[in-house]
């Protein structure tokens, strides 16, 4: 498994930013995937955003819910991912987790694609 850091969550107010950034203990190759999921108390994962890794740098995919608000990159030097997020609403609130499969299985929607998981990081939007 890849071991994934987090860091950069905390408390903001609704409508300010926050960049998360994810650290990965190696790089992923084409074909395999990096992405966020969150999650509150009670739920299953939610699916945020994810890079499908490819030999033109990679695809990009998004929820409704952040498309327009939340851009995520991805650092391949440094085997870093990133999660820009902009116009934070309360609904945004959650435990945030980064993830890395080698090779996608089942859609990079879907949180059992993925073989390596970081420990959280929080982020709390206040009203």
């Known amino acids: 498994q890849v071991h994934l850091v987090e860091s950069g969550g905390g408390l903001v107010q609704a409508g300010d930013s926050l960049r998360l950034s994810c650290a990965a203990s190696?790089?992923?190759?084409?074909?395999?995937?990096m992405g966020w999921f969150r999650q509150t108390p009670g739920k299953e994962h939610e699916f945020v955003a994810a890079?499908?890794?490819?030999?033109?740098?990679?695809?990009?995919y998004y929820a409704d819910s952040v498309k327009g608000r939340f851009t995520i990159s991805r650092d391949n030097a440094e085997n870093t991912i990133y999660l820009q997020m902009n116009i934070l609403k309360p609904e945004d609130t959650a435990v945030y987790y980064c993830?890395?499969?080698?090779?996608?299985?089942?859609?990079?929607?879907?949180?059992?694609?993925?073989?390596?998981w970081g420990q959280g990081t929080q982020v709390t939007v206040s009203s």
């Open positions: 190696e790089r992923t190759f084409n074909g395999g995937a």
């Open positions: 993830t890395q499969t080698g090779r996608v299985k089942a859609g990079v929607q879907n949180a059992g694609t993925y073989d390596s």
């Open positions: 890079i499908l890794i490819n030999w033109n740098g990679g695809v990009r």
